[in-house]
């Protein structure tokens, strides 16, 4: 059964920081491109960040760069996503995704998300 479970969403005061973890189980962790997306009511799901398989390289939206840093732990099936320098905007629901493709097939995987509140 393929599980991603996030955790360490909360509410932040503007410029604080949060780190938020998602563990996953039932698949090939180490062989999946991690992502983090957000969504906030009446907006599409935007990608934040990804960290290829099996982590050499990042990738982020403008709106993070140099706030945000998401990293993986293949010996733990966790990716993370550290937040720093927190804005009113970054208010939103974070989700995990995991994808890869294998001989022409697309495994997409989703977490339940998690809400991460920026307000003083």
């Known amino acids: 059964q393929v599980q991603l479970v996030e955790s360490g969403g909360g509410l932040v005061q503007p410029g604080g920081s949060l780190t938020l973890s998602c563990v996953a189980s039932?698949?090939?962790?180490?062989?999946?491109?991690m992502s983090w997306y957000r969504q906030t009511p009446g907006k599409e799901r935007e990608l934040v960040a990804r960290v290829s398989s099996p982590g050499g390289t990042t990738n982020y939206a403008d709106s993070v760069v140099g706030r945000f840093t998401i990293s993986r732990d293949n010996a733990k099936n966790t990716v993370y996503l550290q937040m720093n320098s927190m804005k009113v905007e970054d208010t939103a629901v974070y989700y995990c995704?995991?994808?890869?493709?294998?001989?022409?097939?697309?495994?997409?995987?989703w977490g339940q998300g998690t809400q991460v509140t920026v307000s003083s």
């Open positions: 039932g698949f090939s962790f180490s062989s999946y491109t």
């Open positions: 995704n995991g994808i890869a493709y294998r001989w022409g097939i697309k495994s997409d995987y």
